[in-house]
């Protein structure tokens, strides 16, 4: 029997060595350009909030707005991107996700 070994699933930051890809360039850059603070605030007052019912608690308007830049500049669907974000830990890390600890938005979100 073959002993198992652990492998980490996402980037940790304790690699000795990354490629620097252009995707990882673009979202970069991307982060350095888009003025995300001043689009939240934009937003913010149309966003859902928890209503007194209860039910499912919104998701933080720019993780969703970063997932809908996402979907734009990648050409992805609803589904695609949600996939995308369990599949690709540079944009989990993109929208602000710790698949360790949040819920990544189902694509009906």
């Known amino acids: 029997m073959k002993q198992m070994r652990l492998q980490a699933p996402m980037y940790t930051g304790f690699e000795l060595r990354t490629k620097r890809t252009r995707k990882r360039e673009f979202l970069e850059q991307m982060e350095r350009v888009v003025p995300w603070k001043e689009l939240v605030a934009l937003i913010e007052p149309y966003a859902p909030k928890a209503g007194p019912k209860g039910g ?12 809908y830049f996402l979907q734009q500049w990648f050409g992805l669907s609803d589904p695609a991107v949600e996939e995308a974000l369990y599949d690709t830990p540079l944009l989990a890390r ?7 600890v949040d819920v990544v938005p189902d694509e009906s979100t």
């Open 56 to 67: 499912r608690p919104p998701f933080a308007v720019e993780k969703l707005l970063r997932i």
């Open 94 to 100: 993109f929208v602000g996700l710790d698949l360790g």
